[in-house]
């Protein structure tokens, strides 16, 4: 990767605090240097999934589930008609989608796993097997033709090397005024704050940029799109150092709700009508 910004185009900057390993831009992105992809097969929902959480993909269903009834729930306020069209990318085996059609949505999803994209199918979605930046046929109509109300996407474009290009194709997928939900890890939070090393060492290989509110903010206006809400996607205390360690579990849970401080970060943003 070249050390110059996806979305901008500006040179990276490399500083002492974060070695050689990553670069930031002006807006305050964090770029890794030696991210490379990887394989979202099978195995990354199964093994992979379970290294991290514990428990299998398939397993974790139901908390899953909840977690999408949770962000639906985000969305409600900011519509001001019933559900309308919804597009998620990277959906996996369809347990937010799924939820979204009971919501009333008419759902689809694009996912590049063919065993992902089975078992959305078997629940009777319509789910596209292709990249995202890198179509096949179909998602390459879809990526033409249609445009959504609502485009969803949850701890999937920091996998992607070409930023820009996965913006850009975002906000061409919305209508005027849709609305664009998604999650992704976040640098304004207690583990990169407090526990450096350890962030670097947790690390995904294939992240490729990391992100914060403010950053966010600074970005998406170059993509015709607005913040509107930004909430954070956990909340870990015990992680914290200085004066948010000593602070009450209720008084730190609406001190991150308001600053939207978390390792891993949600945010709604709209298309300019």
């Known amino acids: 990767m070249g050390l110059y910004c996806s979305h901008t185009g500006k040179p990276l900057k490399k500083r002492r605090r974060t070695g050689e390993a990553f670069a930031w831009s002006d807006e305050g992105l964090l770029y890794s240097l030696n991210a490379y992809p990887l394989s979202y097969e099978e195995d990354y929902f199964l093994a992979d999934y379970e290294r991290t959480y514990g428990r299998s993909y398939e397993e974790d269903e139901a908390n899953l589930r909840l977690l999408a009834r949770r962000r639906l729930h985000h969305l409600k306020p900011l519509m001001n008609e019933r559900p309308g069209s919804l597009l998620e990318i990277g959906c996996a085996a369809g347990f937010f989608l799924d939820e979204a059609r009971t919501s009333g949505f008419d759902v689809t999803g694009i996912e590049i796993s063919a065993w992902g994209c089975n078992l959305a199918r078997k629940k009777g979605l319509r789910v596209l097997h292709s990249s995202f930046i890198e179509p096949t046929l179909e998602g390459e109509a879809l990526v033409q033709k249609e445009r959504f109300d609502v485009v969803a996407a949850f701890y999937v474009i920091e996998h992607f090397a070409d930023q820009r290009r996965v913006f850009e194709t975002i906000s061409s997928l919305l209508k005027p005024g849709g609305l664009f939900l998604c999650a992704l890890p976040s640098i304004h939070g207690p ?33 015709n799109l607005r913040a509107l809400r930004f909430f954070p996607a956990s909340y870990h205390p015990e992680r914290s150092g200085g004066f948010l360690r000593r602070l009450p579990t209720s008084v730190y849970r609406m001190y991150a709700d308001r600053a939207a401080y978390g390792d891993t970060l949600e945010f709604v943003a709209q298309k300019f009508a």
Do not use: G, N
């Not at 526990?195 to 990391?210: G, I, L, S």
């Open 191 to 223: 583990l990169f704050d407090y526990d450096f090393k350890k962030w670097e060492q947790t690390h995904p290989a294939d992240h490729y940029v990391d992100y914060s509110p403010i950053s966010i903010k600074q970005i998406l206006p170059l993509y």
